[in-house]
């Protein structure tokens, strides 16, 4: 009796074991982290975004130079105001298709590598899968 109770709890710990390596090899409930910082020097998008917004500033600036000699100081600097609105107006539109597309870049990944939470890089001091590059190859 003593020795089949020694094998029962044996098999029973090859099981659990065997069950537990299981799940410790797949990703479920893995946490993925990213480095935002990564996606905005290096993420081609990104980098189009940025040239889109630098093309409308030098847009607006360039219309200001040309019409500065034939307004007043004040029809100017309304002006100038009014393009400053302007141009802040499509920067946070940029920033906001930006943003957008980062979020459906993660919800990408994370279903791929099947995760259930990602975190920002400069929230974790250990641990974590970094999907960055990932993320960067979806946004394109």
């Known amino acids: 009796m003593n020795k089949q109770i ?3 709890l044996v098999v029973i710990f ?5 069950l537990t390596m299981a799940g410790c ?3 479920q409930g893995a946490i993925g982290v990213l480095d935002v910082n990564k996606v905005m020097s290096d993420s081609p998008k990104v980098k189009q975004f940025q040239d889109q917004l630098n093309a409308k ?13 034939s307004l007043s100081a004040e029809e100017f600097q309304k002006r100038q105001e009014t393009a400053y609105g302007e141009f802040l ?8 298709q930006i943003d957008s597309n980062i979020k459906q870049a993660i919800e990408q990944v994370s279903k791929e590598k099947k995760m259930n939470v990602v975190l920002y890089k400069n929230s974790v ?13 979806k946004m394109q």
């Open 25 to 27: 090899s797949s990703n």
């Open 6 to 8: 020694r094998v029962a």
């Open 14 to 18: 090859v099981f659990v074991a065997g």
């Open 57 to 69: 500033g030098k847009e607006l600036s360039d219309q200001l130079e040309k019409d500065k000699a």
């Open 125 to 137: 001091a250990q641990g974590g899968t970094d999907i960055t590059d990932d993320v960067i190859n």
């Open 89 to 96: 107006k499509v920067k946070q539109d940029l920033e906001g």
